[in-house]
């Protein structure tokens, strides 16, 4: 059992960053895949990024290549995505999630394990 808590939300401006964290409380073993999704007012949740624990192989949604960026650091048990040039479409509630897939899958339904979200505001 993997519990995951998000932090660092807010509101910013247009252009600015904000770096989230997730961090675990339980094991991430090292063939599993840990994702940023997000889901803004009235839309879908959708997948932003993700990262293999192991390999650190990372993939993006196409709106956020080039500005965003996933890591992970094993010593904190912790993933990290770095936000910048942030843009009025950005405006989501942002969750971390853990998948035991073995691929890389995009669907929210393949993530066992969620977070409770951070708000993320982007106000022109």
């Known amino acids: 059992q993997v519990q995951l808590a998000e932090s660092g939300g807010g509101l910013v401006q247009a252009g600015d960053s904000l770096r989230l964290s997730c961090v675990a409380t339980?094991?991430?073993?090292?063939?599993?895949?840990i994702g940023w999704f997000r889901q803004g007012p009235g839309k879908e949740r959708e997948f932003v990024a993700a990262?293999?624990?192991?390999?650190?192989?990372?993939w993006y949604t196409d709106s956020v290549k080039g500005r965003f960026r996933v890591s992970r650091d094993a010593a904190e048990n912790a993933v990290y995505l770095q936000m910048n040039n942030l843009k009025l479409e950005d405006t989501a509630v942002y969750y971390c999630?853990?998948?035991?897939?073995?691929?890389?899958?995009?669907?929210?339904?393949?993530?066992?394990?969620w977070g409770q979200g951070t708000q993320v505001t982007v106000s022109s």
């Open positions: 999630a853990l998948s035991k897939s073995d691929y890389i899958d995009y669907r929210p339904g393949s993530y066992a394990f």
């Open positions: 990262i293999n624990w192991r390999l650190g192989k990372t």
């Open positions: 339980g094991t991430i073993y090292s063939n599993d895949f």
